[in-house]
């Protein structure tokens, strides 16, 4: 019977075996790290992405706008009140997407290639305007209307989310190049009200103070900004200049509450 005996072998590591594995260990750790600041730059890059994606159609309408220094041109022939009796040459439309038909009940700004039509007499409800804002100008119930005394507050969508259908999901977009001494026209009841821009301004979402009735007769627009988003609304407010004010109807504004309705 035999017994067989192992003998453990000791391995002794040189002083370049130590030195190859310090060398080592440091590229390795080095690597981890690339991968950690390429991931968090990855988690950083996809709301981004998502961003652009989702507002891609509110961006291109809003940088696709002629600049103030241009004279745009738009067509809205359908939707004058008092037509020339002289013959119209048709002209061309400037905008990127085909003109929409418009109805009598209508805003228009050309300096600003604005043109779209007005559901009047919205009650203050969210869902309601939700429901009207891919489609019309939207105007609060309780503030003026054209040829009244008071001021006539319209609001309308800067951009939406591309999966809403729409003719007017960014509309208001080109607010943001509005400039003091614009003018805006309202056609209402077969009549056409000019307002002169005198105001541009941001208030916060809870600011319900703009809904509020003023002395004279004016305009305020309102739409979210800045774009794609609805921490703030973008106002613009002017005087009416034609016909003159001062042959307007008085009326009794209402009393409003809660957060101004989210237009994107």
Known sequence: MY??????????????????????????SNERAKLFVLSFLFVLLVPVVAYILLNYSALLALYSQPSLSETPVVNIQSIAVNASSDPVQPV??????????????SLSAPALNIAAPVAWDTAFDNDKIQSLLPNSLVHFQGTAK???TGYVVIT???????????????VFAPLRKAATGMQITLNYDNHEYTYQVTKIYEVQP???????????????LITCTPIGTSLRRLVVEGVQISPNPATNQAFVPATFSGTLPATQ
């Open 156 to 170: 309308g969508h800067s951009s939406n989310y591309p999966w809403i259908k729409g003719q007017f999901n960014s």
């Open 206 to 220: 809870d600011d319900i103070a703009i809904l509020n009735n003023a002395d004279g007769s004016g305009l305020r």
């Open 3 to 28: 017994t067989q005996a192992y003998q453990v072998k000791t391995v002794r590591l040189g002083e370049g075996d130590i030195r190859l594995f310090l060398k080592e260990a440091p590229r390795l």
């Open 92 to 105: 061309a439309n400037p905008t990127p997407w085909p003109a929409p038909t418009i109805t009598d009940n």
């Open 146 to 148: 054209p040829g009244q």
